[in-house]
């Protein structure tokens, strides 16, 4: 069982930046990990990962904005948003718990419990 609490939401202007982290209570070496995220009535959308060998993959929404980053000494993980919009805003989850990459949400046994990102225009 691993454990994931996610930090560094907050309240941005557009065209801001932050930074999130994921901790987690277990090694994370053994597992790819991810960001997804989910706005008011909208479904939980896939953001980005990275896999057990540092290769990481991106929404295209995010691609070239977001770099998502591994610290396995550390048991982290890290999203740095850039140039952010305000349709970033969301709930943003920390998942785990896969041996390769997905962007399917049911394929991470493992979440966070959120961390809220607003972004104004």
């Known amino acids: 069982q691993v454990q994931l609490i996610e930090s560094g939401g907050g309240v941005v202007q557009a065209g801001g930046s932050l930074r999130l982290s994921c901790a987690a209570s277990?090694?994370?070496?053994?597992?790819?990990m991810a960001w997804f995220r989910q706005a008011p009535g909208k479904e939980r959308e896939f953001v980005a990962a990275?896999?057990?060998?540092?290769?990481?993959n991106y929404a295209d929404s995010v691609k070239g904005r977001f770099t998502m980053s591994r610290d396995n000494a550390k048991n982290t993980v890290y999203l740095q948003m850039n140039s952010l919009k305000p349709e970033d805003t969301a709930v943003y989850y920390c998942a785990s718990g896969t041996w390769s990459v997905s962007v399917v949400v049911n394929d991470y046994p493992y979440w966070g419990q959120g961390t809220q990102v607003t972004v104004s225009s």
């Open positions: 990275v896999s057990r060998s540092g290769n990481t």
């Open positions: 277990g090694r994370i070496s053994t597992y790819a």
